[in-house]
Nanobody, 125 residues
């Protein structure tokens, strides 16, 4: 059983990336999938969550209109498309599953059942 976030890179402000959360050993489609990020000295913050049956998607205010998450249509992946990147978006990005619908809506990092390995996003001119 494994969960891995990939696709992080160093980009200039205004740039874009696609981060991918890939699961192995279990079906990602059976779970809500959240994206979180963390910078040194700060708590991990939720930035998006896709509900278990994909009927709802939640975004942190600071990324609304710039970030979009979606399932990979049978590829056992969930993507996070990040656009118009700002220096303050620099962080390690993690995906997570086994999140209740309530905590998904709250973008809460508490009581997450399974964390994936993170990927670094750097935004600098």
């Amino acid at each position: 059983v494994r969960l891995v976030a990939s696709g992080g890179d160093s980009v200039q402000p205004g740039g874009a990336l696609t981060l991918t959360c890939t699961a192995s050993g279990f079906a990602l489609d059976d779970y809500a999938v959240g994206w979180f990020r963390q910078t040194p000295g700060k708590e991990r913050e939720g930035i998006s969550c896709l509900s278990e049956n994909s009927d709802a998607t939640y975004y942190r205010d600071s990324v609304k209109g710039r970030f979009t998450t979606s399932r990979g249509n049978g590829k056992n992946t969930v993507s996070l498309h990040v656009n118009s990147l700002k220096p303050e978006d620099k962080a390690i990005y993690f995906c997570a599953t086994h999140i209740s619908d309530y905590l998904c809506a709250q973008l809460s990092a508490g009581d997450v059942g399974r964390w994936g390995q993170g990927t670094q996003v750097t935004v600098a001119s």
